[in-house]
């Protein structure tokens, strides 16, 4: 079973740059067809996509985020994480990472793993 966890301080102060860590058991970050993905809830606030790295190590990034966003991936030690430069306090939201395929059986497969959600603050 696949399983994921979030880590990383949970206060960040604005201006700073948020890096998080994603660590995955029981599958591989090079999984054909598999993506990485960082995925955020602000407060009172829907789902917003961040990005994705692949099972090759390309990304794409929200264009609404794009500028301040860098995904990256250690595959020795199954890792991926996202730094989310030049904060604000707007960027305060429970930030989650998770796996999924675009090969399964339905669209639902596509975010099918996620992590339990880490709580960020940005605050002086």
């Known amino acids: 079973q696949v399983q994921l966890q979030e880590s990383g301080p949970g206060l960040v102060k604005p201006s700073q740059t948020l890096s998080l860590t994603c660590t995955v058991s029981?599958?591989?970050?090079?999984?054909?067809?598999?993506?990485s993905y960082w995925i955020r809830q602000p407060p009172g606030k829907g789902l917003e996509w961040i990005g994705y790295?692949?099972?090759?190590?390309?990304?794409i990034y929200s264009p609404s985020l794009k500028s301040r966003t860098s995904i990256s991936r250690d595959t020795s030690k199954n890792h991926f994480t996202l730094q989310l430069s030049s904060v604000t306090p707007e960027d305060t939201a429970v930030y989650y990472c998770?796996?999924?395929?675009?090969?399964?059986?339905?669209?639902?497969?596509?975010?099918?793993?996620w992590g339990q959600g880490t709580q960020v603050t940005v605050s002086s």
């Open positions: 998770a796996r999924g395929t675009d090969s399964g059986d339905s669209s639902y497969d596509w975010f099918g793993y």
């Open positions: 029981g599958g591989s970050l090079t999984k054909y067809n598999y993506y």
């Open positions: 790295i692949d099972y090759s190590g390309r990304t």
